[in-house]
């Protein structure tokens, strides 16, 4: 398309948009087009094809001319979604991404390769017509990525990835232990399913342990178990380990809800501790049936910041980079007991 056409172009999109064509009304004819920009048919029907390929226009049967079908664009542009879906928590999340992109006019492309294609997939899309990428997962890209990228709920090395969008674990693990610890709790252990690269669940590990040191709570370093992973007989070693060296436990700090239900089931099942013992999550994956306290980290607001700051930096025709931490908050706490007088003091009394 030439110079003079995509001027032209840009000008009959600018009249749509801003309603001066009726919807379900006839479009100027070619020949008013003609006249009006003092050009040839050929390129009139060049512009009019690529306004019906965008879906403002749509050519009627021979005869009966060219009518306006809407006066926005629609999609403005693409964006894609790299990461998990399966689980109830990054369906929220992708919820809020879904919501910022239509409200914008955006489309969204979701797509998630097995991990080990991940690196490969990223690095197609720079050239299949996408303007920006999320991300959730610890994958980044190289450093000289072309895209926009904002991460979700995950964290990146280096700033230089992009933008980083997730609660504030660190504190809301912090408020969560120092509740627990403001019940009358010291006999706490944190179990914790975080690999070394989850940036934001390490936060989470980072604000249990201060808020434990912070009360004089010893050992704190040794009060913390990885199951490595999510496997039964992992979960039942590391319980068995816990009562054998921290037998007076009376509360489980997770860093995450799954963990949280996982370490109950086994409790249960394997009959390893009194009912005393209460374990706390991290999520509120599962909202009004949660059983247990835990921390809302509100995935769909995650997602549709994320997604909000991505379409920032597309329309600015930057790179966005930065951490943004949205406030998170505790729930079902209620479900934490106190601990008795008695028990603190003789706790005390043992420093």
């Known amino acids: 398309m030439t110079a003079k056409a995509k ?50 226009l749509k050519r ?6 060219t ?23 990054y369906m929220h999340m992708v919820y809020g991404i879904q919501a910022a992109a239509l409200e914008n006019d955006y489309m969204l492309d979701i797509a998630l390769p097995s991990p080990s294609m ?4 990223i690095e197609k899309l720079e050239n299949a017509g996408i303007d920006g990428l999320l991300i959730c997962g610890i994958f980044p890209p190289p450093v000289d990525y072309k895209l926009p990228i904002v991460a979700l709920d995950s964290g990146l090395p280096d700033v230089r990835y992009g933008c980083t969008v ?17 019940k009358g709790h010291r006999e706490i252990i944190i179990i914790s399913d975080v690999a070394e690269v989850e940036f934001t669940r390490r936060k989470r590990i980072e604000g249990f342990s201060d808020a434990m040191i912070q009360a004089g709570i010893k050992d704190v370093e040794n009060r913390i178990f990885n199951p490595h992973g999510l496997v039964d007989t992992n979960i039942y070693l590391t319980l068995k380990m816990i009562f054998q060296k921290y037998p ?28 005393n013992v209460v374990v706390t999550g991290f999520g509120n994956i599962y909202k009004q049936n949660s059983a247990i306290a835990t921390i809302e980290q509100y995935p769909q607001q995650i ?21 943004i931490e949205l406030p998170a908050m505790l729930v079902k706490t209620e479900l934490i ?11 005390e009394n043992s420093k």
């Open 248 to 275: 007076e436990t009376t509360i489980i700090l997770t860093d995450a809800d799954d963990v949280a239900y996982r370490v109950i089931n086994m409790l249960k099942r394997a009959n390893m501790a009194s009912e």
């Open 7 to 56: 001027e032209i172009t840009n000008i009959l999109r600018h009249e749509l948009e801003t309603g001066k064509y009726e919807i379900g009304k006839k479009f100027p004819s070619e020949h008013a087009l003609m006249s009006r920009f003092k050009v040839a048919r050929a390129t009139i029907n060049k512009i009019t094809t690529m306004l019906v390929s965008e879906g403002y």
């Open 303 to 323: 997602g549709y910041t994320g997604c909000v700051e991505l379409l920032k930096a597309i329309k600015a025709g930057c790179h966005p980079s930065g951490l």
């Open 118 to 121: 991940i690196p490969q997939y």
């Open 166 to 182: 997730s609660c504030d674990n660190y504190k809301a693990a912090f408020e969560m232990a120092q509740h627990v610890i403001d």
């Open 60 to 65: 009627g049967v021979q005869g009966s001319g």
């Open 337 to 347: 007991p106190k601990i008795s007088s008695d028990d603190f003091d003789a706790f």
């Open 67 to 89: 009518m306006v079908c809407k006066n926005s664009r629609f999609p403005v542009g693409r964006i894609a979604y790299v990461g998990p879906l399966k689980h109830l928590y």
